[in-house]
């Protein structure tokens, strides 16, 4: 493998074909050391030198580093290791390296060495000058050297970095509930807790070895669970250098139960209308008013009035509730008028129980016959007409509507609307 890169150089070389940039060629991209991680890095022409800093020797195709001490500082090793050099006898043969602590971010003077100054056409490493302040970001320049050559060394290389000054504790995380039996859709408390862990930047919920729930906050919720299983949490602690763990597992026992009350139904008064309940348990319905069997999950119902039913299952105990409504009548009311005048009252044309009819069709139009609005779905109050057309007031005066409910049944209302400004 390296005996092919020196190639793919030479060929480079050869016919003036730029190298890639890396992204780290300057200090604001330098890219994190974390212990027990191996970064690969490499020093090319196409490297710049606007921010290099020059302590130990002339940087020439310099790349950036950075490492962030623990809470207690102390000794560092940052290890130069698979040193691979573009073998052209024009270019340098060795790697130059020293870590330095700035007063701020990158490029902020005063720099302040921090380590030998290394130099080495093979493994290497870079040791404190004194011990390392704590909570403290350090900076490591890597350049090549051209040492006589007439080009600065093009090198490939592995860095990494130890030291009591960077090693942090390994996090731990447990988890607990007060209750592993439980019913379908139910929440019981699930606690939570954390070790040597600072900043816990992810949660990942995992149920039978499946994710079931994860983001940057603990959202888990034992509703989420619909079989018996095995629940377990991962947890990633720190941005810079992230180390992950697993809890403990906890096994947890669901009762099914569930409910569906159908979809509400519009009837005309002396019409009844067949509920269509579905789910897990034994179903009761309520209210016990006109309704011919409260125990069956298809009863008929033949309200006088209005009317909301609920359906409850039960399956051991565990209860599950969904409501169905049965409107008797006109399902909806269309105000006459309305004043968008700015003053957040009454701004907006609004037609109640709209929301129950996502696929509500609204047409509105000028004496002139003009249709000035025009709206699939009005259940929110954003969607609601506003009194403008093409984003300008529109005077007062009576328009003209139609209303098309599009729930299956051919209802329409025709009538008139005022804007009263």
Known sequence: MKITRHIAFLALTTVNVALAQPS???????VQLCP??????????????????GFCYTPENTVWFRFITNSSGGSVSVDFSNLSFN???????????????????CGVAPYTP?????????????????LLAPNTTYYVQVSGTSDGAINPSECDFDIDISGSAVETPE????????DTDICQNESVPVEITITDCDD???????????????????????????????????????????????SNTIDFTVTPV???????????????????????????????????????????????????????????????????????????????????????IN?????????????????????????????????????WWDGQFKGKDLPTSTYYYVVRLNDGSDKEYKGIVTIVR
């Open 347 to 383: 701004d907006r044309w609004h037609i109640l129980n709209s929301e129950k009819f996502p696929n509500m069709e609204v047409n509105i139009y000028s004496r002139s016959g003009q249709l000035v609005f025009s709206a699939v779905n009005y259940s929110t109050e954003d969607q």
């Open 114 to 130: 921090m380590s030998n100054c290394g130099d080495n056409n093979t493994d290497f490493s870079l040791t404190e000058s004194i």
């Open 258 to 344: 569930s409910a569906e009350a159908g979809d509400d139904q519009v009837i005309t008064e002396g019409e009844s209308a067949f509920l269509s309940g579905s789910g897990v348990g034994s179903p009761t319905w309520s209210p016990a008013i006109n309704i011919s069997d409260i125990n069956s999950l298809n009863p008929i119902a033949s309200p006088e009035a209005t009317t909301t039913y609920y359906l409850t299952m039960e399956n051991d105990g565990c209860l599950a509730t969904d409501s169905v409504t049965v409107f008797v009548g006109d399902v909806i009311t269309i105000y006459s008028s309305f004043t968008p005048n700015g003053d957040n």
């Open 200 to 246: 816990t930047t992810q949660y990942e919920w995992f149920y039978n070895g499946s994710l079931i729930s994860s983001g940057d906050e603990n959202t888990f919720s034992t509703a989420l669970l619909s079989e018996n299983g095995t629940l377990s949490l991962d947890i990633t602690c720190g941005l810079g250098c992230p180390k992950t763990t697993s």
């Open 171 to 178: 996090p731990s995380v447990s988890i607990s509930a007060i």
């Open 36 to 53: 027990g991680v191996t970064v690969s890095g490499t020093t090319t022409s196409a490297t710049s030198a606007a921010d290099d800093y």
């Open 87 to 105: 073998p052209d006898p024009d270019y340098g043969q060795e790697l130059r390296a020293l870590f330095f602590e700035t007063s701020g971010d």
């Open 24 to 30: 780290n060629d300057v200090c604001p991209n330098a």
